[in-house]
């Protein structure tokens, strides 16, 4: 029971610095004389939130006992088995999902061609989100909880933080995904790494005018369409089986 107190506890503080930290940076940028570049102040915005919620976990953690685990940042985490695995399966996941990506509430902003958009969506938000998600709180959770439950926590907070259905289901298995690239290389270069193809990969068919079709769309023949989504759905199923029992079996 004491375990349940202290993760609750420590979720829920992370939660309040992340939501406060989005308040205080939105305060911070919206009288800054940016002009009517949406694109950029969307940038600053976001950079700066990240920016003061990792300074704010990182005194958080200061007083936590036991110290949670320090984020490992090492060359294995450019491991290729690893990233191709993780991109077939990513691949998967968008091909599974898409059907049901019109049944749901999606984000109605569609992503410009600006540099601005370029960095947030591809650079900055794989490199701050996987420090914020899989470094910092599924380290500061499993120093309570088992790494299993500490990687679901992780990934649904991961997900609801972007406040869409669609995304909060892909945000909960991507960061299964990610989780299990960090726990497996022990390194949080793996989940970066993937993090920014799968947001590269999003961002190049919204440019090319892809917005209102999936990758399974792109494929004209109804007979090859079953085949594609039958596989990826095989791939995505047994690979999260296996992911889930990996880290379950980790320490």
Known sequence: MRKVIDTSIRLSIFVVIFIAMQIVAAIIVTPMPLGDNMSLQRFVTYVLSMTLTLISLKVFTRFITPEPEKIRCGRQGFNPIITLFGVVVLVALSIVLSPFEGQMLTDSREFDDSLWTLLTVVVAAPIFEEIIFRG???????????????????SAVFGIVHFQPIVFISGILSGVLFSYAYIRTRSIYSPILLHMCNNALAYALTILSYSERSLLDLVESDAYNFIIYYVSSIILVVSMIAMVIRIARSR
């Open 136 to 154: 910092k709180l599924y380290n500061i959770l499993h120093v309570s909880c088992a790494p299993i439950l500490a990687v679901l926590l992780s």
